[in-house]
């Protein structure tokens, strides 16, 4: 097939189709493989299923071309990739962390970088004048999330890269997925996703990935800790990536369409005190992410009730469509009382994070409608 510049095509079509003429992607479930009579490995590049599995090396070819990078590595979960970049740093590195993201990664990065003696700074990225002030700070690494989760802040990329010119820019980009920015091309070194979430989009796959601008020593180190660990996942789990890989574009379309009109409602129900969204205009963010996010503004939001904790309580045992879970990026609209979860790190009680999924916008719009007025 001719290669193509449109995203939905790409998604479908790249790298799923091959020699043996099916259309489905085939799965390889061997662990080891064999040899021939003078001990050479019978098929090139497979030894041993710990590092060496065609399905997954499949699964990354599709995502690296989908990220346009020059690589990709597929790990067990998103936090065992996360983990995997700060495990290259040593004594005496420093770190400058994104505040006010995902509490899995904050909480294991800082009692990591506590115990090798690594110096940990945590600043909001969205704001410039901010970050401005730890530039003489000169990090190792520095690490953002955008959108961030759960308050929907944008960090503006290109200017981090500006700003931190030999650090290595690590981009947690799950919010955004590839389908709406790609920051290998605004200057990150390494971009990691939970897989889980949206490129899976069908909650039944944990996976993560790291993908790469270049081809580096850090990169090549990255490859041997992986094969050297066994942070790996199972053939299985990464042909369902590639089969739900085939539907990403339309269902991220289909999601983002729907978190759009959604905050616009809850931003203009009476019940509902904010919403936390970068593609309402009167988001802060909302410039940045019209400039840096293409195709739409993602389908993670956060909703502010009016009240207290029992009343945001009472408004999520209400919602019928909505699925009381924790997760987002999935085809079924999720939501999640954040305080109840991380009552430690100061999110307000009356906040529930919402993940929009593929329904229809109307049985959305009115689920929360109900649960609001009835709560």
């Known amino acids: 097939m001719k290669p193509s510049d449109n995203f939905a095509t790409l998604a479908a079509h790249l790298g799923h189709f091959d020699t043996s003429a099916g259309l489905a992607p085939q799965i390889q479930t061997s662990t080891t493989y064999r040899r021939d009579v003078d001990y050479v490995p019978m098929s090139e590049g497979n030894v041993y299923g710990r590092d060496h599995n065609d399905t997954v090396r499949h699964a990354e070819a599709v995502l690296a071309q989908m990220e346009q990078a020059k690589s990709a590595l597929i790990w067990p979960s998103g936090m065992a990739a996360i983990a995997a970049v700060f495990r290259g740093?040593?004594?005496?590195?420093?770190?400058?962390?994104?505040?006010?993201?995902?509490?899995g990664t904050t909480g294991w990065v800082r009692q990591f970088c506590s115990e090798q003696d690594i110096e940990l700074r945590e600043i909001d990225f969205s704001d410039l004048d901010i970050v401005k002030d730890h530039m003489t700070f000169e990090p190792t690494l520095v690490f953002c999330e955008t959108p961030?989760?759960?308050?929907?802040?944008?960090?503006?990329?290109?200017?981090?890269?500006?700003?931190?010119?030999?650090?290595?820019?690590?981009?947690?980009?799950?919010?955004?997925?590839?389908?709406?920015?790609?920051?290998?091309?605004?200057?990150?070194?390494?971009?990691?996703?939970?897989?889980?979430?949206?490129?899976?989009?069908?909650?039944?796959?944990?996976?993560?990935?790291?993908?790469?601008?270049?081809?580096?020593?850090?990169?090549?180190?990255?490859?041997?800790?992986?094969?050297?660990?066994?942070?790996?996942?199972?053939?299985?789990?990464?042909?369902?990536?590639?089969?739900?890989?085939?539907?990403?574009?339309?269902?991220?379309?289909?999601?983002?369409?729907?978190?759009?009109?959604?905050?616009?409602?809850?931003?203009?129900?009476?019940?509902?005190?904010?919403?936390?969204?970068?593609?309402?205009?009167?988001?802060p963010y909302h410039a940045l992410a019209t400039r840096q996010m293409n195709g739409g503004y993602g389908y993670l939001m956060s909703v502010l009730v009016r009240g207290d904790r029992k009343m945001a309580l009472d408004v999520v045992s209400r919602l019928k469509v909505f699925q009381r879970a924790t997760s987002l990026g999935g085809v079924e609209s999720?939501?999640?009382?954040?305080?109840?979860?991380?009552?430690?790190?100061?999110?307000?009680?009356?906040?529930?994070?919402?993940?929009?999924?593929?329904?229809?916008?109307?049985?959305?719009?009115?689920?929360?409608?109900?649960?609001?007025?009835?709560?």
């Open 89 to 103: 740093l040593g004594a005496g590195d420093r770190v400058l962390l994104q505040s006010g993201i995902y509490w």
């Open 148 to 283: 961030s989760n759960p308050w929907l802040r944008v960090t503006d990329l290109t200017a981090l890269r500006t700003m931190f010119p030999s650090s290595v820019l690590v981009v947690d980009s799950t919010a955004a997925t590839p389908y709406l920015t790609q920051p290998l091309s605004m200057g990150a070194d390494l971009v990691i996703h939970s897989a889980t979430k949206a490129l899976n989009g069908h909650s039944d796959v944990l996976a993560g990935v790291i993908l790469t601008s270049d081809l580096n020593p850090r990169w090549t180190k990255l490859a041997q800790e992986r094969a050297m660990a066994g942070a790996i996942i199972g053939p299985f789990e990464a042909w369902l990536l590639l089969r739900s890989l085939r539907t990403f574009a339309i269902r991220m379309r289909t999601m983002c369409d729907n978190a759009l009109r959604f905050a616009e409602f809850a931003k203009a129900h009476p019940l509902v005190e904010d919403v936390f969204y970068p593609g309402l205009k009167t988001s």
């Open 334 to 375: 999720l939501v999640e009382h954040r305080h109840t979860i991380e009552p430690h790190t100061g999110i307000p009680e009356n906040l529930l994070r919402l993940s929009i999924g593929i329904e229809h916008i109307d049985d959305l719009t009115a689920d929360l409608d109900q649960a609001l007025r009835n709560a």
